[in-house]
């Protein structure tokens, strides 16, 4: 199953789509479902995974779409289902609840209308046969659904308008100003090409990183420790004075004491480098004194980032192996993570040689000189946010521009530049690019082109916004990854 069946934006688009099925899953019998805690909440209200619920129909509404379309139903998918009917849940129970708040009701005309399709025959016209096969209490039901998804459409068609239209404009939803589309047109109106050129981080000599290990190999000297983590200290100086005393061994502490916060279930150590262990005790005269424990030996009562530790060396201190591939590896990552401005500073100064040579002969000349491809970049526009109504960056061509719609730096520097002008070296996510201004003039989007689009892109950016700030409300909670994670994937 693609990840992107399971969105933010595409929530909205699939909510009602999901209501075409949620009714009649609802009118089949189905197996009993087990008591299962709340997957979330909205507002206080519990969202449960029971027979007839909003969430249970969405769930089974939204599997039989994916079989529909030929796909196959694994636990992965199921996973992403569930967080989607929850999203979906979520939605519907907010939009019902802001409709209510005004007071406004379907009316029953409505809602009759809305019934009658799920009692046609095969001539697409009403059966009072197949009407009265159906129980009555079948019918509340569909008929109490039916209110709910008017409720909520009420909302959707308010706020984003409908499909019903009174000549060009939308029945329902919220007008803008005739002057809003030629404003959105207006600010893709100049759009600009470049040459680049991107020095990719991930491509740092490893000389240069043996060389960093062995300058600071205090750094990656590795530990053998068994460790026992407890909440507060009065459970630690117990534990301490029960091994000092010889009424419990190491192992069996770690067992019955420790939490195992940074260790396996046995308790040995995760991350055993001596950089690591430093993140773990912050106070210097503690730290060393656990690193100089020989083989055997126990520390004292050592305050950690998660509780309080008492440290066992299992075996001496390794030092590092600058010959081995784990080394060089842990070695790399480090510097990744702790020491990054090293690697942009080394390649940031090649980028600059790199300016220095095409000022000299050419940028087609200096990517030769430098062994680095040209990148020829396609009409942009000043477009924060990457937004589509003023034409999106070609990151899937370009991934190294996968980050410049949301870098201010960036886009600061490359509209800025004057013609032929060369930039200074850009760090752009995992690289340092280099910019020339090719060409500016005018672009964007016809005005014809803009009239029949914007509409469109602009009611997707509002939903899109709407989702963000509900999913993003206090007044959600999503409990989905534990309950379903503790509930079906455990007895797998």
Known sequence: MKKQFYTVGSVIVLLFAAFIFVVLPAMVGGAKQNKLPPFGSWNGKPILY?????????????????????????????????????????????????????????????VNR???????????????????????????????????????????????GSAETVGKDALYGLKSSSKEIPFIQKMGSTVRTFK???????????????????????????????????????TAKTVLDRLNKNEIVFTDAVTEYSIKNYTDAQGKINN??????KNLIADED???????????????????????????????????????????????????????G??????????????????????????????????????ISLNYGNLAVLGTFPVDEIPELSSAATDENFLKTAFSLKQNELSEPVILGKNVVVLQLNEEKTGGTDEATALQTF???????????????????????????????SNFMSNK
């Open 196 to 234: 680049a050129v991107a020095f990719s981080t991930d491509n740092y000599p490893q000389e240069k990183v043996l060389a960093y290990g062995k300058e600071h190999s205090d750094l990656f000297v590795k530990y053998d420790f068994s460790v026992i983590t407890v909440n507060d200290e009065s």
């Open 272 to 277: 055993a480098y001596n950089y690591q262990i």
């Open 50 to 110: 029971e027979q007839g619920t909003d969430f249970s129909n969405a769930v089974t509404s939204y599997a039989e779409m994916l079989k529909m379309q030929g796909q196959e139903i694994t636990d992965s998918s199921y996973f992403y289902i569930f967080n989607y009917a929850f999203n979906t849940t979520a939605m519907k129970m907010a939009y019902e609840e802001a409709v209510e708040e005004t007071g406004w009701k379907p009316v029953p005309s409505a």
């Open 455 to 485: 509409p469109a892109e602009i009611k997707d950016f509002d939903q899109e916004a709407a989702s963000s700030a509900l999913f993003g409300s206090p007044k959600l909670k999503n409990n989905v990854m534990s309950v379903y994670f």
């Open 342 to 379: 090293l690697i942009e500073d080394y390649f940031t100064a090649i980028a600059k040689d790199f300016s220095a040579a095409a000022l000299q002969k050419s940028f087609e000349n200096a990517c030769k000189d430098f062994k680095v491809e040209k990148i020829d970049i396609p009409e």
């Open 286 to 340: 503690s730290f060393k004194a656990v690193c100089n424990l020989k083989s055997g030996e126990t520390s004292q009562i050592v305050k950690t980032s998660t509780g309080y530790s008492i440290f066992k060396a299992d075996s001496d201190a390794v030092s590092p192996d600058f010959a081995d591939e784990t080394v060089k590896s842990t070695v790399a990552s480090y510097i990744n993570t702790y020491e990054r």
């Open 114 to 160: 809305a019934m009658l399709p799920y009692f046609y025959d095969e001539t697409g016209k009403y059966s009072a046969r197949l009407f009265k096969q159906v129980s009555d209490d079948e019918k509340r039901e569909l008929n109490r659904q039916i209110k709910s998804n008017l409720t909520t459409q009420r909302y959707f068609d308010d706020m984003f």
